[in-house]
Every structure is written in C-alpha cells, then in structure tokens.
C-alpha cells in the first residue's frame, strides 16, 4: 500500500498543537514507514500539493490569508482535521472578538502605537502584512470539517489514536477521556 | 533601476514570515528586511482580567516555549504581590525551566537543523528534514528524539503535562517533585548526556568544513543582553541584565528588569508584525542587540558548571572579544543543553524540591509589575499593570525573537550580499538565507510562527510589478 499523504499546518495558534504532534517521538520513527508528511512546517516543500489524504489544521482563522488558503486545502485534501482546541472553537485568540466591533484595530493599536517608542503605526505593507479578519473564527464556519480533534493541545496519545484508526482505514472515533477540551 | 525580490515562504498558508531583498541600480543588494505576518492579540485582549489567570493565558502564545510565559507572567505577579516566593518553588520553577531549555535546543539542533549539516546543504528537498534524518540516520535520529522527550518529560513530571502545564501561579508553584518523578529524571540523565556530547562532537567537526558559514551567517558587530547571576555567571531564571558590546566589555550590568522601558526601546517597522526593541541609550537602530544562547554566553563569565565550563572556554576562543557569528548560536544551544543537564542533576540531590513549602500569599501590594525568564532564544519580558482587585489595565509583551528582529534582518541582508549578484538569483540562496534565519532558532509563535523549514519561492520584481526572474527551491 502507498503510504499515507498527511499535511500538517497551522494559522492563529501556538504551535502548541504541532508540539504535541512531535511529542509522539518515537512513534514518529514507526510513523515515517507509513505515512508521508508532504506538506508541514516541519519539512522543505514549497506549496500544498493535491490529492492529501489527510490534512491536520492548527490554529483559529485570523487574518484574509488564512481563509483564502483554508478554502484551497479544502479543495485539496480528503479528510480534513480540526486540529486542537483554537481550530476546533477559536479558543484563545477569539479572546479579542469580546473587545467589540472595531476589535481588530484596537489590539494592533495597543501593540504598534501605545507599547511602542520610534516609528509608531499600524504595519500595512499592502502584499506583505495581511488584513485581520474583523472577527476570529474556528476553521467549520468556512469550509466542512470531517473531524474534530479537541484539546489544547491534544496530548500525544490522543493524535496517536487518531492517526492509527485513519491507517487501518476506519472512520475514526474519539472517545471518553479522548473528547476532552483544554 | 531600484529593485526588491520577495521571499515569500510560499504558502501564505503557513504565510507567517516573508523577506524581502532590495537591490540598487547597480543590481548589488542594498537591504534586507525580515516581515513577520501572524499577530493575535494578546496585549490587548488580556485587559480585564484577573493577573491570577495570565499564567494560564499567555503560554498560549506560544507552544514551543510556553513554560517561559508560564513563568514570566508568574513571576509578574510576585512582583504585583511584591513576595519573594519560597526557596523550594524558586528551584521547581527553575528545574521546569531547565527541561524547556533542553526540549527546545533539541528540537532546534536535531528535528529542524541538524539536516542541513548532517545530511548535506544539497540533500534533496524531500528528505532535507527530520524525517530524512530519521531514514538516514536512525540512531541519531532517536537519540535526539528522545533528548527532546527527556526535556519534555521533566516538564510533564512537575506539571501534569508536557504543553500548557497550569503549574506555576502568582507566589510560587502548585505542586513539588515527586519521589517516582525524581527517580524517573535520575534514570535519563546518563542518556541526555551521552546525545548532548555526540552533537557537540558533531558539531565541532561541523565547524571545520563551515568557515564560510561562520563568515557570512550574521557575523557583524552589536550588542548583547541577557541575565547573569551577582557575579557574573550564566544564569537563566533570576539575576540582572547585562549588556555587553563586539569587544566583550560590558557596557551596562547589573540593571534591574522592573525598569526595562527605561533601557530598552521598542521600534515599529511598517512591513512586518515583529517589532523591534533596540538598547535605547544609543538609539534606533544603533541600538541593535542580540538575545539567546549566543548573547547568553557572550554576556557571561563562566556557566558554573564544570562540563559546561570546559566547553564555554573553547566556545570563547572563536571570537575576538565577543563572538559575533550567529552560526554559533547552534554551538551555544548544546553547551546551554549541557549546563542544563549538569544542573537537573544536581537538583536531583536537593531536598528543597520535595517541601511542601510552595506559595506565598498576598494580595496587590503594587500595580505594575515585570516578570523575566530567560525563553530558549532569549530575554521574555511581561509587563503588568494592574488595578487594586489586581484586574489587568495594561500588558507590554517583549519577546525573544523580537530582540533578535534587528540582528535577523542584517544576517538576511548579509547572506544575500553574498549570494545574489545582479538580477541573477543564485539558488543556494534560498537554502542559505532560510539557515541564516535559523540559527537564531526564531519562534515566530511568539509573534508569529515560521518553524524552522520554511518552503520558499523567491522572485525579483521590478517597481512596475513586472516578475524579472523567479526560483523556488526545487524548481
Ligand atoms: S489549541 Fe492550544 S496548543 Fe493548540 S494552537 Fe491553540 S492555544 Fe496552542
């Protein structure tokens, strides 16, 4: 049999849930014989390739470029992992939607104006800095999600199990102390 | 015709840092600037809330380092309680401290850079990666796997859990070392020892083929800042700051962290996310200082452990006064990985760290408040400002790698003066520049996230928007 395609990536998180990704260690030695990671922050390849069997996503959607990608891995990608409490519910970084409506200027506001001492402003760069979303949203509000993965991060064991029913080709189940949030 | 190429790490998707070269008439490289493209928040969105919960909030800033804001933003509120928090749970928080830095050294030297040296800078861009070392190398592969686990381990020993531990509060510690958890660490220690001296020796035979690594990699003149101890010695959770200069001498010492705005500067750069604090007696962008392992050993005059002391000796001789090549930062991260594990070690005979002695109560006695911790990659700053229930009103976050912006931006700048003439991109450029931004290990989850590899197109582009000439890595 070929070996599994996975692609791992992230966007508004700590790389907390990538982390705990690398927290299998030596599994990660039995996982190399099985599957393939083509696409990762941990490897050298330079755009998402098609056909992916399975895609772990990290991290809330905070920013334009986030949505826009999402929605290509989407198109790319067989089964599709919300991977981690801030993929799952937004977690942490929705934190600043509670600031209101004009949320996303008043966090960049306090970072590059009040906590700054030369050359105060808001970074623009067309092309370069991109716009954040006016709210933060977990990855189900754009694109269908097949399989929710909680935790912040979620320990070790619980991708492993995950990642060994998909390689046995069951649909995965999580269960008991395994759908635990936080 | 003045011109800039973009580096984009493709993938918008992971679209969390690009660079940008800029080229003058003559198509010679004139600048270089490191943009950084993820920002959440935090600052601002912490407001209201109770000092007690920013141990739990801030780590998730960053899962790479999140024990350093852990216990940043614990100590934070010591200073807001203005206690001295009990001898045990000082050395518990530095015992958890300790295992962060040898978990992320580990994974800097053997999952993400440790590739390029071992495997080689031409190894094919499929297998230039962890999981290449592991094909190529199994061994070494599990050995620095498991040094990685060992770190992690102690970490999860003292907390519960190897990410986001709730452990470390406002006074001092949740829990102490258990017996079962002691002999656990004791077990490993011969183990962590035996990998860190194999990538030492691999390292420094490394060296001997890398003279132009060392070269061009960021070897320039500036500042260095981190804590050291009263008289001078490593330190990596407690003690004042030094500054020190290219020459070694020390330029400003034993200046207390609670007043850091008075010292350091924080400057914005309208194309990246990343900020940029400089020494501000001499200014923006003179300024310029370099944090983590590197600064660390410059600043200090021995580590205070015998082994690590042994390699801090040879480390010294590679420069004039202080050494300058970020290349280097690779070898300071396994001699900080050695004096880590000497230090784990001795604790392990340490009855302070099984009392059951562990907080101290107060309520606000202060409204403002720092806490600093030395993160793997240098100097974590929190800055609390408080009201009297102790409600958050202010936080000013300075983080490693943002202390490191400046230094970044000139390794990237130097890189590419070497490696692009005229309009024609050279591909081993891509690879260089990436490892030049590597070894300053960023961990751009502090205010952004590139991981280590970062996939890469770069094109050179005309004012007009024209696409002059454009390589990608495995084009
Ligand atoms: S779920 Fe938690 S560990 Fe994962 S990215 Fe979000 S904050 Fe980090």
């Given at each position: 049999m070929d070996r599994l395609r996975v692609a791992t990536i992230w966007f508004g998180g700590c790389s907390g849930c990538h982390m705990s990704f690398l927290d299998l260690d030596e599994f990660l030695i039995d996982l190399a014989a099985k599957i393939e990671i083509v696409f990762s922050p941990v490897v050298d390849t330079k755009e998402y390739p098609a056909a992916v069997d399975v895609c772990l996503i990290e991290g809330a959607l905070c920013n334009e470029e986030n949505v826009e990608w999402l929605k290509i891995i989407r198109e790319r990608t067989r089964v599709l992992v919300a991977f981690g409490d801030c993929a799952v519910t937004g977690n942490v970084p929705t934190m600043r939607n509670a600031l209101g409506l004009n949320n996303d200027v008043n966090v960049l506001d306090r970072a590059y104006r009040e906590c700054a001492d030369?050359?105060?402003?808001?970074p623009n760069e067309a092309g370069i800095v991109p716009t954040l979303l006016k709210r933060v949203i977990p990855l189900h509000e754009v694109v269908h999600v097949d399989l929710f993965l909680p935790g912040c991060p979620p320990p070790a064991g619980r991708i492993k199990s995950l990642l060994v029913q998909v390689l046995e080709g069951q649909s995965p189940v999580l269960e008991g102390a395994n759908i635990k949030f936080g | 015709m003045a011109k800039r190429i973009v580096i984009d790490p493709v993938t918008r998707i992971e679209g969390h840092a690009k660079i940008?070269?800029?080229?003058?008439?003559?198509?010679?490289?004139?600048?270089?600037?490191?943009h950084v493209v993820e920002f959440r928040g935090f600052e601002k969105f912490c407001e209201g809330r109770s000092y007690a919960e920013m141990p739990g909030i801030t780590p998730r800033i960053c899962g790479i380092c999140p024990v350093s804001h852990l216990l940043a933003s614990a100590k934070a509120g010591d200073a807001l309680m203005a206690v001295d928090i009990?001898?045990?749970?000082?050395?518990?928080?530095?015992?958890?401290?300790?295992?962060?830095?040898?978990?992320?050294?580990?994974?800097?030297?053997?999952?993400?850079?440790?590739?390029?040296?071992l495997l080689g800078w031409d190894t094919e861009v499929a297998k230039r990666n962890v999981f290449g070392l592991i094909s190529a190398n199994p061994d070494l592969a599990r050995a620095g796997i498991r040094l990685r686990q060992f770190g992690q381990e102690i970490i999860e020993i003292l907390g519960d859990r190897k990410i986001h531990p709730a452990w470390a509060v406002p006074g001092g510690v949740r829990s102490a070392l258990s017996k079962t958890g002691r002999q656990r660490i004791k077990e490993w220690i011969p183990e962590a020892y035996k990998t860190t001296k194999l990538a030492l020796d691999l390292f420094k035979s490394t060296l001997k083929t890398h003279g132009r690594e060392v070269q061009v990699f960021g070897n320039f003149q500036s500042l260095f800042m981190g804590l050291v101890t009263e008289d001078g010695s490593w330190e990596h959770h407690g003690g004042l700051l030094r500054f020190t200069d290219s020459s070694g001498s020390v330029i400003a010492d034993q200046l207390d962290p609670q007043n850091f705005s008075e010292f350091i500067g924080e400057s914005v750069q309208s194309s990246s996310y990343l900020k940029s604090p400089y020494y501000k007696p001499m200014g923006f962008?003179?300024?310029?200082?370099?944090?983590?392992?590197?600064?660390?050993?410059?600043?200090?005059?021995?580590?205070?452990?015998?082994?690590?002391?042994?390699?801090?000796?040879?480390?010294?001789?590679l420069g004039r006064g202080a050494v300058t090549s970020s290349f280097l930062y690779h070898y300071a991260r396994l001699i900080e990985i050695l004096a880590s594990i000497e230090l784990v070690e001795q604790y392990m005979d340490d009855p302070d760290l099984m009392t059951d002695h562990l907080r101290a109560e107060a309520g606000i006695n202060k409204l403002k408040g720092v806490g600093v911790s030395e993160a793997p990659r240098g100097?974590?700053?929190?800055?609390?400002?408080?009201?009297?229930?102790?409600?958050i009103q202010k936080v000013n976050l300075i983080v490693a790698t943002g202390q490191n912006n400046l230094a970044m931006n000139?390794?990237?700048?130097?890189?590419?003066?070497?490696?692009?003439?005229?309009?024609?991109?050279?591909?081993?450029?891509?690879?260089?520049?990436?490892?030049?931004?590597?070894?300053?290990d960023p961990c751009l989850s502090c205010s952004t996230h590139a991981l280590g590899k970062m996939p890469m197109?770069?094109?050179?582009?005309?004012?007009?928007?024209?696409?002059?000439?454009?390589?990608?890595?495995?084009?």
């Open positions: 030369n050359n105060q402003g808001i | 940008s070269v800029f080229l003058d008439d003559e198509g010679n490289v004139s600048d270089a600037e490191f009990p001898v045990g749970a000082d050395k518990l928080r530095r015992l958890m401290n300790l295992g962060q830095i040898i978990q992320s050294h580990a994974l800097s030297f053997f999952h993400l850079s440790s590739p390029d040296f962008p003179d300024g310029m200082y370099r944090v983590g392992p590197l600064a660390r050993l410059n600043v200090c005059e021995r580590m205070g452990v015998p082994q690590a002391d042994a390699e801090l000796k040879y480390f010294k001789k100097t974590l700053f929190h800055l609390y400002e408080v009201d009297r229930n102790g409600l000139r390794t990237v700048a130097q890189i590419a003066k070497h490696y692009v003439k005229g309009e024609k991109i050279q591909e081993p450029m891509l690879n260089r520049v990436e490892a030049g931004i590597r070894c300053y197109a770069v094109s050179l582009v005309a004012p007009d928007g024209r696409v002059l000439n454009e390589v990608t890595r495995d084009g």
